[in-house]
């Protein structure tokens, strides 16, 4: 598995709260298959001193400090979209940290309201060459109530990433039954665990993933957390499947 989604690094955001928490969620990625991780720090955790130059050089010493573990790490970006304009317009002023240094950005847009807005994003971002990958849309509240915004956010060119874990077929709570939905329909491009410290982590990821491959088959999860990451890392096309 290629992991585009995870809060890996301690100390940042509200993740790890130390390296040796990093450490632990790491071997339980490495133990359940994991061979790339995307470390994904929210944005909103960066202001002041905690600039991008200060999350290279941070993460850089992370790869050193987890060297030992057989997953290769790379750098992305949680980014927090409040006002999906006003983010574009700062993108054009400053530009952006996208996933690996890839064309695809990861973007948790609570506050997308309908198709329209979503269509439109989606068409901005793909104007300045920029391909959007919309975070966990199952607890996205207007998504609860309108699933034919995500299935808009992808058709317009947009990609969908929910967690793993809310895709178990033997799973409940408040975001099973939308994740479930986007299942059936196939309406998914990734799977990724949003890894949040020990609350939220790999230990039965390999069970989760045997259970939504027993559900939906395998080709399609294969497409969803290998196929399709690995074109991210390879800044390559993703093509659409059903």
């Known amino acids: 598995m290629i992991d585009i989604h995870s809060h890996l690094l301690y100390q940042v955001d509200d993740g790890p709260l130390s390296l040796e928490e990093s450490l632990v969620l790491m ?44 997953i290769q790490l790379h750098l992305g970006m949680e980014h927090a979209v409040d006002d999906y304009r006003r983010f574009i317009r700062q993108i054009d002023k400053d530009g952006i940290l996208t996933l690996a240094n890839s064309r695809y950005v990861l973007v948790e847009a609570m506050r997308l309201q309908d198709a329209e807005e979503a269509e439109e994003f989606v068409y901005e971002m793909k104007l300045r060459g920029y391909m959007l990958i919309l975070a966990h849309p199952e607890r996205m509240s207007s998504i609860k109530k309108d699933i034919s915004i995500a299935r808009a956010f992808r058709n317009a060119g947009g990609f969908i ?3 793993l874990e809310d895709c178990d077929p033997m799973g409940s709570g408040m975001f099973h039954k939308v994740a479930i939905s986007l299942l059936k329909e196939k309406q998914i491009d990734f799977l990724a665990t949003d890894t949040h410290g020990l609350i939220r982590n790999c ?16 080709e399609f999860v294969r497409r969803l957390i290998v ?9 390559q096309e993703i093509k659409k499947g059903r």
């Open 203 to 218: 230990r039965n990821l390999a069970e989760v993933k045997k259970r939504i491959e027993e559900y939906c088959g395998k």
């Open 161 to 163: 990433q929910v967690t």
């Open 227 to 235: 196929e399709n990451p690995k074109n991210v890392l390879l800044n």
């Open 27 to 70: 071997e339980q990625a490495a133990e359940n298959g994991v061979t790339d991780i995307i470390v994904t720090p929210h944005s909103w955790a960066f202001a002041g001193e905690k600039n991008l130059e200060w999350l290279k050089e941070r993460f850089a010493r992370f790869q050193e400090e987890t060297q030992s573990i057989p």
